[in-house]
């Protein structure tokens, strides 16, 4: 079975421009959730997917930043317009719904790394 | 905000020695951990995770402990092996939650030979 994919893997583009990264859950996982990690700090928590709706975007830095999931199952990420700061590593994971476990593991993808200069 | 952190950035042993990786939380209301390890070029692979119920646990070469009187986590590694090698990450959910994960900085863990 695959695992949670992202693309690309690296993506390297100048202060302005927009980025799009996507994320493949595993098939069947209605929970997907993306977070960031800035260079020396923790991973941060950036917004929870349930199917299509956006569970909890708390995490969203600011409204730079649109997550979209379209029919439920893969997942992108823009970046528009893409500011310093914004450099760092998304990573996506997703989860199964409900279940008998009382806690869903989730599973991560390998992540974007995303450079703006 | 509360949140999850870690005493030591970098922590380097000899391979075959025990390592413990120290984590720090804040939310008291947080009723299950979890570890995850990541390594270089790859997204975090959970280890092995305690619910707050629970004091100790463990898996294969690893063990989790949990003291909620002081709020800390720590994960023993024995008998190290070079793959061993990687950042590894506490995090903090709730039970039956599908939450986003709260994590801590990272503790890069080095094997020497």
């Known amino acids: 079975e695959a695992g949670v994919t992202q693309f690309p893997s690296h993506s390297v583009i100048e202060k302005g421009q927009t980025v799009t990264l996507r994320c493949d859950p595993i098939s069947g996982h209605d929970n997907l959730y993306w977070y960031r990690r800035v260079m020396g700090k923790e991973i941060k928590f950036l917004l929870h997917f349930v199917k299509e709706s956006k569970q909890d975007e708390s995490g969203m830095p600011n409204n730079r930043f649109l997550a979209e999931r379209t029919g439920g199952t893969y997942s992108t990420l823009k970046v528009q317009p893409a500011e310093l700061e914004d450099s760092g590593v998304y990573f996506c994971a997703s989860s199964p719904l409900g279940g008998t476990s009382a806690y869903n593991e989730q599973f991560f993808g390998s992540g974007t790394r995303l450079t703006v200069l | 905000g509360e949140s999850v952190g870690l005493h030591l950035p970098t922590l380097s042993v000899q391979e075959g020695d025990n390592s413990i990786i120290n984590c720090a939380y804040s939310n008291s209301a947080s009723d299950y951990f979890i570890w995850y390890k990541q390594e270089s070029g790859k997204g975090p692979q959970f ?57 801590g900085k990272g503790t890069h863990l080095i094997i020497q030979p």
Do not use: W
């Not at chain 2, 100790?56 to 092996?81: F, M, Y």
């Open chain 2, 47 to 103: 280890i092995i995770d305690i619910r707050s119920n629970m004091d100790k646990r463990q898996g294969q070469r690893v063990t989790v402990l949990l003291n909620k009187t002081v709020k800390h986590l720590s994960l023993q590694i024995a008998a190290t092996q070079p793959g061993d090698s990687a950042v590894y990450f506490c995090a903090e959910n709730m039970i039956g939650g599908a939450d986003g994960l709260t994590f």
